[in-house]
């Protein structure tokens, strides 16, 4: 009897993401030799030089995957000059804020004033940052120091504005004016980077594939229930264009009018005073109303609307984006010009009302949390899930707290080192210092800085000893994990202390929790304390118990240095991480969760990098197989998974059928899943399962990021016809105890890195294309049946089905088992030609 006809196998593509720290396309591809095919210098997608053509000859062996980078490394990297995107890291975490509310159906009041109050923190933290910049131009320098004839003669660029030389410039007026040209310029290049990004990211459209909203469905059987489609597979919820014009509008008029407000204060209370003109005085007051009315229509604008995610929003609000910002500009140079005003008797004494202004910053950012807080717990009682939410739905308040926290330590440490530098030997405020120095509340706030940091070490001391009871419990167990190997102490401490260092991944809330509390209270304490005392904490200790005095002075020198120390530490760490990969990976997973998410609360936040990942991810996906018909299989490690499962997410439904998902160190559920629960928590990862059943996740034991995306909370295994169970691991770290005949050198604990090296990785991948459609050929022996594929560990009869969820202490072999065909795989379905046209495809 003649042998059946082959059939033949369906092109097999593995398109590779990385992670954190980013990757070369040769050590992602495994060959010296690559070549770009689709992209450009910023991200791209890459070949190895032999591969090019694959689609076009057959592969050895048949159905073998071709494999393929996308390299995004350059998106959140690059040029040490970028390093200066560490400068807004508040607005940063303060954007990472609106994403970290708790879960709550869609709509609401609630959910409604939990934006809006975020977005109001996110605008005082611009006017806290112009704020700054206006007290070190405004009053440090041109009105204390220019208007001291010994700080003024001491330093020559400073000679024009000497009141002694009586020249055009010497007038207070004047003086201020010409300075209220640093913080307008820094508001002007805030704007500049907020646009140039906004025109490469925002705007990126996404493809016109989505199908219209869906009723609200089941996403486990008996579990949680999603709200229509998950947020992240909206239409419009990568294309924020709108949202971040308006934003970028209303923040660049909040700064200049913050600038207006400077530059006229201390003119228009001259003018009110004895001896004042009454026109000017007149004038004055016209202004301040005028910059009144403008402050309430920038809160106003920021209020209004919040993020369209349900379709993507193509208009712009000519009229905001371009009226607010030019009639704030028109005031601004109005109160130049009523400052630069003649006023041949004024002198400048004293300080600015810069007490003032940040006090009621303060008191307003203080009063914002605390209402966040608020509204986060009602959602949170609304739909109560300890399992996902940190700190019982508080940690979006608390990521607030912290962001308003950096805030004020780089914008209090500027003004504390400028006023020393220009102070000399002395110290600024105190008896016999030539100039009063800054605002006393700075003062205070850089005494309770040590205050701050010996929490941080209490806590640090605390995971200390956990970690060393952790390491001794669990180094018990691990030579039983590798049955006939001799036990080696040493070697089992290693392990342990590995994998008790991951598991410190977990105590992250507890020391983000210690920071805002102790930000809220000692912040409190320094607002009440200036008010009170209305000197710096030297002078106010004066007459005090000696220790109270030396205790008092040296908690204010150590404060101004440790903040001027720790500004200087992280630009430079800042510029090194952008240069160094290695540096970069310290804090890399940091930066790329913050720069993760759109721009929704803060427009002059680090742009989004996944506004253009996602797509370009979506449009290779939907490109290659609409023109090839072939089975593919998206594979994502750490920050990839994410930006993996985002773009499936987005796929439309008839094109999922052609795409599996393989996960390995993700932090899908153990990062985001726990902070962000409202967008990757229980129900949204059922949902994504329910939608993409060829789903599997690698994961260790010793990885302090990635683990698993099943928890004890989840109930998938009866989700749609596919298997239930997702993860795969712990894996096995390292791969052998001792010497081995296979590993003959000591085996590496890899922990976040190198899952390639596992053989359960290519085993599961082929897997994977196998139960898309056709079937990857795999070694014969015990470990495989008679068709070549490995062997099922699960349920004979639902291909790539585990034996179930393993002990979260023991390595398990890979589950999964191959199939010849899949009835649910579809054919491709090419996506709608949107406005612009797709990057570039492989010939």
Sequence with gaps: MPPPNPVPFPPALELLVHGVGGADPEDLLGDPRTVRVTGDATAAVFRRADDVDAEARP?????????????????????????????????????????????????????????????????????????????????????????????????????????????????????????????????????????????????????????????????AAGAYAVDGPPALGRPGFWYGRRLVARLRAAHTAAGLLTVAAAVTAAPAARDRAPGGSPVLAAAGRTLEVLLVLGLGVVVAVVCRRGRAESRADERIDRAVVTLLPGCALALLVLGLGYAAWSRPDWTSRGRLSGDLTFGLLILAQGSLVVALAVVARRLHRRAPDPRAAVLHGLGGPAVAMLACALGGVMTGGVAQRVADWLDGGATPGTAGAPLPGPPVLLSWQATVLPLLLVVLLVQAVWSGAGWLRARRRRAAGIAAEYPGEQPDPARSRAVAGTRAAAALTDSAPRFVAAIAVSTLLLGAGALVMGRLTRAVPAEAARGAHPTVVAVADGAQALGSWLIGFGFLAFVTWGRRAYRDAAARRTIGILWDVGTFWPRAAHPFAPPCYAERAVPDLIWRMATWTGRTGGRLVISGHSQGSVLAAAAVWQLPPDLRGRVALLTYGSPLRRLYGRWFPAYFGPDSLAALHADVHRWRNLWRATDPIGGPVQGPETAWATVGTGPGAVDSGPLKDPLAYGRTPEHPLPAPVLGHSDYQADPVFAAERDALLSRLGGSVPGPRGPASDAAGHPAAPGHPADPGASAGPADPGTPRAPGGTPTTADPAAAPPVPLTKPTAGPPGTAG
């Design 59 to 219: 592969r050895h062996p048949p159905g073998g995957p071709v494999p393929e980078a996308y390299v995004w490394s350059r998106l959140t990297s690059g040029n040490g000059a970028r390093a200066l995107w560490l400068l807004l890291l508040p607005f940063m975490v303060v954007n990472l804020a609106h994403w970290a509310r708790p879960a709550a159906p869609r709509g609401g009041c609630a959910v409604r004033a939990y934006g809006v109050l975020v977005r109001l923190v996110a605008l005082s933290l611009t006017v806290l940052l112009i704020a700054a910049a206006g007290e070190v131009a405004l009053d440090l320098v041109a009105w204390q120091c220019a208007g001291t004839v010994h700080c003024a003669a001491a330093r020559s660029w400073l000679g024009f504005l000497d009141p002694e030389r009586h020249g055009w410039w010497s007038q207070p007026g004047r003086r201020l004016a010409l300075a209220a040209l640093v913080p307008a310029a820094l508001t002007g290049l805030l704007w500049y980077l907020s646009n140039r990004t906004w025109s490469a990211y925002e705007s990126q459209r996404p493809p016109e594939s989505q199908p219209p909203e869906s009723p609200p469905r089941a996403a």
